[in-house]
């Protein structure tokens, strides 16, 4: 009765294709249930302002690119790069080679079935031999057929590994493509400001080169100070100096900025904004961090890494049970090549099999605990993951909130910073101060103007890199539907078909 019953279990599992993997439970989020609030939290930038644009409550994931964006360089830029970007393309190519190892381990479900063909030519001796006749010739045509009844399902909990390990790599693809948008957007805002900081340099540079000539000429005629002269040449040279650096780095994120294209910089491209008129979406609502499981594929990408090690576990399990095994032939045997099709040559075999481990050294149980092992390391690895996108999203939010009125403060601090060098130049021309005084003017105006373009392009940064955090990027416009992450990229590359039938299947 006992072994009538575990044969109805055995046949019970492998008809409804079960396996011997635990039940899949999701771990716990391990942060809090909403993201920080108060504070500089509480100060996030509305679209009140003049000239701004609101995301009127659209989530980042549904939020297209080329809505984000409004600078028609940028997009052709972002553009670009979806097309020809290697690590992208490397992204890829990892996919597909992940689908087809999928296809291999789950081709194991199926029979085998092969056309065969053979000739044996054997010699006895002639002591041993029948009939004298020492040399013997076999000929046989037919097909072999194999299988394993994955009655445990070891062969089911594999593919299902691989399944997930396929998922995975096309969640890898998609954060991939996502991360490529900010980056190219990211570089393009620091080309953008360089070449502000360019613009302000060579002002300070023209101004002190002219006060630098006039003091001189005081200087010649006997009139100026050596004092005042220095005073005035330490500005000039730090400004050249300056702009050797800049330009420098200008020519260096350019070259960046070609790397991330895959390609050099197109003549064509279209006209482009200043830092200025950047007009990214401000006010992209955070949502809950719960809303990040969906969104973020960096996650989804480690829960399905969780997957593929429960599904190991199966597989592990499933090895100290029997292995049954069916193979067997069909053909034509004869022991001349022309009576191969002759009437009674057919030939069959039938050889199941059942294998059933006793000692194995005990690998079979270490393979089962390293299976546990690796499951709970990507419980760990799933649970960074998502502790990280909390981190990011948090710092962006805290950043959201701070820019704005540090820029309000710097574009005033510049603007009492121009008005003073204008008074001092005023004073030291009348003679009632020193050069010093218009020399610190003018230096320290010259931070101020760099402070405030940095701070404007940290800004923009900090925007697309929580639009990123969001999981923005994947889509190209407001509406579209959502691709399968191990969808083709739309954007004139060449690229494999989509998997997902073929992953989804069996």
């Given at each position: 009765m006992q072994k009538h019953s575990l044969i109805a279990v055995a046949a019970a599992l492998f008809a409804a294709g079960c396996t011997m993997a635990p039940k899949y439970e999701r771990p716990a989020a391990p942060v809090t249930s909403t993201f920080p609030t108060g504070g500089v939290y509480d100060a996030q930038p509305g679209a009140a302002q003049p000239g701004a644009r609101s995301a009127n409550g659209m989530a980042a994931a549904d939020i297209g690119w080329r809505d984000f964006f409004v600078d028609p360089r940028m997009q052709r830029l972002i553009e670009i790069a979806l097309k020809n970007n290697r690590d992208l393309r490397v992204s890829v190519l990892n996919m597909q080679a992940s689908q087809a190892q999928f296809r291999i381990v789950r081709a194991g479900l199926f029979p085998t079935l092969d056309a065969a063909a053979s000739q044996t030519k054997q010699r006895t001796p002639k002591n041993l031999s029948v009939f004298g006749n020492t040399i013997s010739n076999s000929y046989s045509v037919g097909l072999n057929a194999s299988w394993e009844i994955d009655f445990f399902g070891r062969v089911q909990s594999l593919k299902d590994q691989?399944?997930?390990?396929?998922?995975?790599?096309?969640?890898?693809?998609?954060?991939?493509?996502?991360?490529?948008?900010?980056?190219?957007?990211?570089?393009?805002?620091t080309v953008l400001e360089l070449d502000d900081l360019l613009k302000v340099t060579q002002g300070t540079l023209k101004t002190a080169e002219e006060s630098y000539r006039i003091t001189k000429l005081q200087f010649d005629n006997g009139t100026g100070s050596e004092l005042d002269l220095r005073q005035a040449q330490t500005v000039v040279e730090q400004a050249g100096a300056n702009l050797q650096s800049q330009e420098r780095l200008r020519a260096q994120a350019e070259n960046a900025l070609v790397l991330l294209l895959g390609e050099p910089l197109p003549a064509d491209l279209p006209p482009g904004l200043t830092l200025s008129d950047q007009n990214l979406l401000t006010d992209i609502p955070a949502g809950l961090p719960s809303d990040l499981l969906t969104r973020r594929p960096d996650i989804m990408e480690a829960e399905e890494n969780l997957l593929a090690a429960n599904a190991n576990i199966g597989a592990a399990r499933a090895a100290f049970f029997p292995k049954v095994s069916l193979t067997g032939s069909f053909g034509t045997l004869s022991p001349t090549l022309g009576g191969l099709f002759k009437p009674g040559s057919a030939a069959w075999s039938f050889a199941p099999s059942i294998t059933l481990p006793i000692f194995e050294g005990g690998q079979n149980k270490a393979n089962l605990d390293l299976a546990n092992i690796q499951k709970n390391a990507q419980i760990a690895t799933y649970e960074k993951a998502i502790q990280t996108a909390f981190r990011e999203v948090a710092d962006a939010l805290a950043a959201r909130g701070t820019y704005d009125q540090q820029i309000q403060s710097l574009e005033r601090n510049t603007f009492a910073q121009q008005r003073r060098l204008d008074?001092?130049?005023?004073?030291?021309?009348?003679?009632?101060?020193?050069?010093?005084?218009?020399?610190?003017?003018?230096?320290?105006?010259?931070?101020?103007?760099q402070s405030l373009i940095t701070a404007r392009m940290e800004r923009l940064q900090n925007l697309v890199t929580l639009y990123q955090a969001l999981?923005?990027?994947?889509?190209?416009?407001?509406?579209?539907?959502?691709?399968?992450?191990?969808a083709p990229v739309d954007y004139g590359a060449a690229s494999a078909p989509a998997a997902a039938s073929a992953a989804t299947a069996g």
């Open positions: 691989a399944l997930a390990q396929y998922l995975a790599t096309t969640q890898a693809r998609k954060a991939a493509e996502i991360s490529l948008v900010s980056q190219v957007a990211n570089q393009y805002l008074l001092s130049n005023l004073r030291y021309t009348n003679g009632v101060d020193s050069y010093l005084s218009v020399l610190t003017a003018q230096t320290d105006l010259y931070s101020s103007q999981g923005g990027g994947w889509i190209e416009h407001n509406g579209d539907q959502p691709r399968p992450a191990d």
